[in-house]
């Protein structure tokens, strides 16, 4: 059915299975038929016998995006206290899996109050041309602009988590939502499954933490602290400025930061009356964030300030990432460096702390890393290059530009992969789409080291 009305939603549930059939022909109605049982029948003979829920997943969004000629479709969770939306999972048809999104930051922040309804409503919603809703819902229709979105089908989801599954320019069968309600609770399922897989890995990972004083945390990609008691992610923290003093603590964490110098560093742009409570009160939420995790405190303050408890046993992925990389010496083996660089990838999740894009303090520690991820990648892919592990070269230069798809090394490395696969199609249109991305310069640069190549 078409996006209903504020008035529609607060009158009645509509039932999931209804949808606008004015105007279907029988033709048209046999057509839909037909895809239906074909595309279903296809997919669940593809996912037999596979365990992986994101790998059943990817089909499954796959398949919404045929059945419906579309060109994206992903889940988005909604925390809708926090005006928070967040992909969950998703598949772009033009590129062939969940590569990197446009959405700044990785989510969606605004009340929605469109999508807000049909969660609320349990309705679904057809918008055949976004442009009728400029003025009427002028939040929705900028967010679409973005996005390149001229016309969507979404429907909602509501089981322990809310959220929409989104498609973006259906091509047919945009007024029957049905399918996609299929597919809404299939990944549901597929969700529910990762959690649990996800716990268990974050058990296995606690098991390694002896005592309540040993702490894991992770910053490439986002925050995770680990300890025997649990896990804490970045989202879990709901306060952007109480990440960056933990992340800040953390980088600094063999000395104390006074109140002033951290009140300086994160809140410089921001118009506080009083900066130094405003600091206090979110060291006081961070320590007890930590209670949950573990007896002692995170943060103890010390005569030169506030500091990282330094009787904690703590373990960081970007100081184990650092050590690996300084680890290889030329005189060893191609398979042991290979080895090395590989785990030392690995690691690398994204960029450090991505939410401390743009502050200054945040720059050069960011810089450091990532220079030495392209540093490692790069020799890695010399390496597999020379000893022609080619499926290896595709599969780590598939996976680093997710990590940084706008890196001319990458880029270059990937279109080598692609060549030496066969895809020789496939490494041109990267190519294009690499010259609308990059300066000039890097460009030009790019197709050079392509020229002399082996």
């Not at 229709?141 to 973006?168: C, H, M, W």
């Not at 047919?172 to 969700?191: C, D, K, T």
């Not at 009160?281 to 330094?310: A, C, Q, W």
Request: proline share 3%; charged share 30%.
């Amino acid at each position: 059915m078409d996006c209903i009305s504020d008035a529609s939603v607060a009158e009645k549930k509509p039932h999931p299975a209804e949808s606008d059939m004015k105007g279907i022909t029988e033709e048209e109605d046999t057509l839909y038929a037909k895809a239906f049982e074909k595309c279903l029948t296809e997919l669940a003979a593809e996912v037999y016998g596979i365990h992986e829920p994101f790998e059943i997943a990817q089909r499954t969004l796959r398949t919404a995006c045929e059945f419906y000629e579309a060109d994206w479709c992903g889940m988005f969770d909604a925390d809708m206290m926090l005006d928070l939306w967040m992909p969950f999972w998703w598949y772009n048809r033009l590129t062939g899996g969940m590569t990197t999104t446009q959405l700044e930051e990785g989510r969606v922040i605004g009340s929605f109050e469109m999508f807000r309804k049909m969660i609320m409503g349990n309705a679904d919603c057809y918008l055949p041309e976004i442009d009728t809703i400029r003025f009427t819902r002028p939040e929705e229709y900028a967010l679409f602009k973005t996005q390149d979105v001229k016309s969507f089908l979404a429907v909602p989801y509501s089981r322990r988590e809310n959220g929409i599954i989104f498609l973006r320019n259906p091509k047919r069968f945009g007024n029957r939502p049905n399918m996609l309600r299929i597919i809404s609770n299939i990944l549901l399922q597929e969700i529910n499954e990762q959690k649990h897989l996800d716990l268990m890995k974050i058990n296995a990972a606690a098991s390694d933490v002896r005592k309540d004083a040993d702490v894991i945390v992770n910053l490439f990609g986002g925050i995770e602290i680990i300890t025997e008691q649990g896990k804490l992610v970045e989202a879990e923290m709901k306060s952007n400025t109480c990440s960056k003093i933990f992340v800040l603590l953390m980088l600094n964490r063999h000395r104390g930061m006074s109140a002033r110098e951290l009140s300086e560093l994160v809140l410089c742009d921001k118009e506080y009356g009083n900066p130094i409570g405003t600091l206090r009160t979110h060291l006081y939420r961070l320590r007890n964030m930590f209670e949950l995790l573990s007896e002692s405190d995170l943060i103890v303050t010390k005569s030169n300030g506030y500091r990282i408890n330094p009787d904690l046993k703590i373990v960081t992925d970007y100081d184990q990432f650092e050590k690996l990389c300084g680890s290889i010496k030329p005189v060893m083996s191609d398979q042991k460096q290979i080895e090395i660089l590989k785990e030392a990838i690995k690691i690398y999740a994204g960029k450090l702390f991505p939410n401390g894009d743009g502050d200054l303090w945040h720059i050069s520690f960011s810089m450091k890393y990532h220079s030495l991820y392209i540093k490692a990648f790069e020799q890695l892919m010399g390496l597999l290059n020379k000893t022609e592990d080619y499926k290896a070269l595709h599969d780590y230069s598939m996976r680093a530009i997710n990590v940084d798809p706008n890196s001319p090394a990458i880029i270059y490395w990937l279109v080598v992969a692609l060549r030496k696969s066969g895809a020789i199609e496939m490494a041109q249109k990267h190519l294009e789409s690499a010259k609308a991305r990059l300066l000039e310069e890097e460009y030009q640069e790019l197709e050079y080291r392509l020229k002399i190549a082996v």
